[in-house]
């Protein structure tokens, strides 16, 4: 679907994991240039009409140029545009002329959503650092979107300022008309300040066309630092009030069972505060206080068998806005390394790590505690200063957390799950050589306050300190990007015990010289970093790199990553064609070529792949891609024991979509992967989005996958000589997942949104086998069978050990948990209406309804062959229902 994502990437004429360096300045096309003018006693009403009298005098300019289809040709239609500014608001007017109105399109969508719809944007460098900008945007609709660029070429599409904006309909086109506070901008007061400034038009009725006002061609890179300039404000100064946004809150809940009986109703209140205020240094300091985001959508559903954490984004406000300036990464790309950065922000309010103690001698009746750890405080100070230097400061703090249990008797018991926990994290960036080239660094602190808790097997204290360099060079047609951190945690022995034997590093691993186990340490060290090398301008672009991370390093308290003891080699190159032929209209080839080692030099794997993507005249979409990788020593399948090889595989994928801009789009993706050792899985995922009218919209997202495993994981045993069998089976799963979304707007500023997701899926575990020989290529040499008649099973149907010779005397036993057949149900569903009666200010209605079912071993059948009926099962769930209403107001002081 087309949306404000891709057209930035269209602008920055690259793909989604290149967009990283500065243009090339083309001296035979000079900058653009415009001069606001100041208005004295004048009103601007802010309707759309561009029809007061100051309009009328302002100095205005046009002749755009198409970025697409025709990349650098005149636009197909003519747009021009002028500024005025009074002491508190810049004033844009653009009026979009087109010789067919008729055609003109403006989909009615909640603020921030994408469409493909006609728009209208301004993008401002107030810093004129050629690296900043702050972008705002307006559809024939009249709906809103603003973002936040950085770094040049990355943008914070979760940024929301506050600010007016109306467009107008007339027999030659339409028209936008924005008012921005000087407020809501950052830059440095002076007498003639310059700024940087581009203003583009999207009309995707004609093949999509992108036109800009200062033009730079897809060859080139970059993306801020090709603006043109804003001159004329003379003397410019913004007031810097103090926004407080107070919210009250009322919520109640009951399951399905319950529902209508008054006395089963589960009721709180809540009240709470974010706060803003601007500073003329050029930082902004955002807090809140007692933080509710009841309205936030849910994380969609999974059931994750593997031992490596599962990466969510984030979807709260107060941690989405800003983070960009917070983040420090040490990963590239779009795979599974793309994640890794020592600030995750929902560490902050995860899910308690402890458990709910229940009291052997008493029947318990019910249990209460929380889902997320609740957040007392939170604040952060970011910006950046004249002198170049980015800031960024957070903390954050959140309360101790028990669980009650409550029993038949009438008593009841409680214990700690979530230690009281402070955060507090610390970003700069200096620029260089006019933003050519930055070094930043980072430092963050976990503490958790575990005196008088059970739970010193935590971690007491997790700090990471990071240095960073970005560097273009060679008339900025090349990058350099490096990175190093260094981790230090402490706590208690057990905690340094677990953390040494965690699935993330497995130092207890008997076959590698490199790893140690110290059961008497209290602290842990260990660092990673990266360094890249690239050109990004031209069709062809290239990177190549090595990111590594040692096997001490530990960065989750905070951070996220999910394994370490990792060295990682990649070369990419790409070639893009951006000029239409008889067939497409642009197209995309890609090469990779990676490696992956442990520190111990064992090689984990070698491959590559080839993919590309291509767009037809139509504007239907298609791509695919196939992968080969070389197995290698897997350090993590045996959950702590010795490195086992594995086989070498091919993937496959696929992906169709239709023309986005059609009431009704189709899409679909499919995958196949097939490995030596005859492991096999398929998924397909089609889509479908129907918009019967210009304010609905309809959605259905199907998912479908099949996999069909040889060596699954169950359990690890012993035997009378305390000699360690690595168990596995053969497993077939199937996962299903349908997700309906229905969007209806009804006005710019009120919406109805709905969302609901049913998951299941269903696994069976058969043909048990042990590890013979870890080290051998063949499946036969590396695994043997262990004969159906001598496995003995437990009363759940879960494997209990093998008896060989069938003498009712166990051979080998388990000593750890034993994976079994299981059979997995989830609902997820959320109804919110939003109304945004005052700029600003909002008010939610919320209904959210949620169950889950899971069955094990002998409860466990699998998923029935009928899907429709599965599905249904999974919607008559006995869900737990809640009910809010959150109202807040925007207060200026």
Do not use: C
């Not at 891709?6 to 690259?14: N, R, S």
């Amino acid at each position: 679907m087309k949306s404000l994502r891709i057209t930035a990437l269209l602008l920055a004429g690259t793909l989604p994991v290149l967009t990283l360096a500065s243009v090339q300045e083309n001296p035979d096309r000079p900058t653009r240039n415009i001069s606001a003018q100041k208005i004295n006693g004048s009103h601007i009403n802010i309707d759309g009409r561009l029809d007061d009298p100051a309009w009328e005098h302002a100095p205005r300019q046009g002749q755009f140029l198409q970025r697409n289809p025709v990349d650098g040709a005149d636009a197909s239609q003519n747009t021009e545009f002028a500024i005025l500014y009074d002491e508190h608001y810049l004033y844009v007017g653009i009026h979009a002329y087109d010789d067919d109105p008729s055609q003109i399109t403006g989909i009615l969508t909640r603020r921030d959503e994408s469409s493909p719809s006609d728009w209208l944007y301004i993008s401002i460098d107030s810093y004129h650092d050629h690296r900043t900008a702050f972008e705002f945007g307006l559809n024939a609709a009249g709906v809103k979107q603003d973002l936040r660029r950085y770094d040049d070429t990355n943008a914070d599409f979760d940024w929301d300022a506050v600010w007016e904006g109306a467009v107008s309909h007339n027999s030659d086109g339409w028209s936008a008309e924005f008012a921005i506070p000087f407020r809501e901008l950052r830059f440095n007061t002076g007498e003639n300040p310059t700024w940087g400034l581009n203003v583009y038009r999207e009309l995707p009725g004609n093949d999509n066309e992108l036109a800009i006002w200062n033009y730079w061609s897809h060859e080139e890179s970059g993306f801020v630092s090709n603006y043109g300039e804003l001159t004329g404000l003379n003397k410019i100064q913004t007031k810097q009030p103090l926004y407080i946004s107070p919210y009250i809150m009322g919520q109640t809940g009951a399951n399905d069972v319950v529902l209508g009986e008054s006395d089963a109703y589960e009721s709180l209140s809540n009240v709470g505060a974010d706060i803003r205020k601007n500073f003329d240094l050029g930082l902004t300091f955002s807090g809140t206080i007692n933080p509710d985001f009841g309205q936030v959508e849910a994380d969609p559903a999974e059931f994750n068998l593997t031992e490596f954490e599962t990466y969510f984004s984030e979807k709260r406000s107060f941690f989405i806005e800003g983070g960009n300036i917070l983040n420090f990464s040490l990963g590239f790309g779009d795979g599974d390394n793309s994640a890794n950065s020592l600030f995750y922000s929902r560490r902050i309010g995860r899910s308690p790590h402890g458990y709910e103690d229940v009291l052997d001698h008493a029947e318990a009746i019910s249990v209460d505690k929380r889902d997320r750890t609740r957040i007392l405080a939170a604040g952060k100070f970011t910006g950046k200063l004249d002198n170049g230097l980015s800031l960024g400061i957070m903390t954050a703090a959140t309360p101790e957390e028990k669980a009650r249990v409550r029993y038949a008797d009438g008593s009841s018991s409680e214990n700690v799950i979530e230690p009281a926990t402070t955060y507090v994290l610390t970003r700069v960036q200096q620029d260089l050589r006019e933003g050519l080239t930055t070094v930043g660094g980072i430092l963050t602190a976990t503490n958790r306050s575990l005196d008088g808790t059970d739970m010193d097997w935590l971690r007491e204290k997790a700090y990471t300190a990071g240095i960073d360099l970005n560097h273009n060079f060679n008339d900025r047609n090349y990058i350099l990007q490096s990175a190093l951190a260094y981790s230090y945690v402490a706590g208690s022995k057990d905690a340094i015990l677990r953390t040494q034997l965690h699935p993330s590093r497995y130092f207890q691993r008997p076959d590698a010289p490199h790893l140690s186990v110290d059961s008497s340490a209290t602290s842990l060290t260990g660092f990673g970093g990266k360094f890249i090398l690239g050109k990004t301008s031209g069709k062809v672009n290239a990177f190549a790199g090595i990111l590594g991370t040692s096997p001490g390093f530990e960065i989750n308290d905070l951070g996220f990553m999910r394994s370490v003891d990792n060295i990682n080699q990649f070369v990419w190159v790409g070639y893009r064609e951006w000029e239409a032929n008889d067939y497409l209209q642009n197209y995309a080839i890609n090469l990779n070529q990676w490696a992956n080692w442990t520190f111990g030099s064992e090689l984990k794997s070698l491959g590559g792949n080839v993919n590309g993507n291509a767009t037809l005249l139509n504007n239907w979409q298609f791509g695919g891609g196939i992968n080969y990788n070389i197995g290698g020593m897997t350090p993590y399948h045996l959950r702590g024991g010795p490195g086992v090889q594995g086989p070498d595989n091919v993937s496959l994928w696929s992906f169709i979509s239709s023309d986005a801009r059609k009431a009704f789009f189709a899409s679909a993706s499919a995958s196949m992967f097939v490995s030596d050792d005859n492991v096999r899985s398929y998924s397909l995922s089609p889509g479908l989005r129907w918009r019967p009218k210009k304010n609905i919209s309809l959605s259905l997202g199907p998912d479908f996958t099949f996999l069909d495993d040889t060596w699954a994981w169950v359990t690890t045993m012993s035997d009378s000589t305390d000699g360690i069998h690595y168990i596995f089976s053969g497993l077939e799963q199937l996962a299903t997942s349908v997700t309906f979304r229905a969007d209806i707007i009804l006005s710019t500023t009120l919406s109805l949104q709905y969302y609901t997701q049913a998951f299941l899926t269903g696994g069976d575990y058969h043909n048990f086998i042990e590890v013979d020989d870890n080290t051998a290529k063949d499946f036969d040499e590396r695994f043997a069978v262990l004969n159906d008649n001598a496995l003995d099973f437990d009363v759940r149907g879960a494997l209990g050990g093998v008896d060989f010779d069938n003498d009712g005397t166990l051979d080998y036993w388990p000593v750890s948990g034993v994976d079994s057949d299981f059979n997995y149900k989830q609902l997820t569903s959320n109804l919110v209406l939003r109304w945004e009666y005052s700029t600003g200010s909002v008010m939610y209605l919320v209904w959210s309804r949620g169950a889950s079912q899971y069955n094990q071993a002998a409860w466990a059948n699998g998923l029935d062959s009928d899907p429709v009926s599965e599905l249904r099962s999974v919607m008559g769930l006995d869900a737990d229902n809640i009910f809010l209403i959150k109202i807040n107001k925007l207060l200026n002081i």
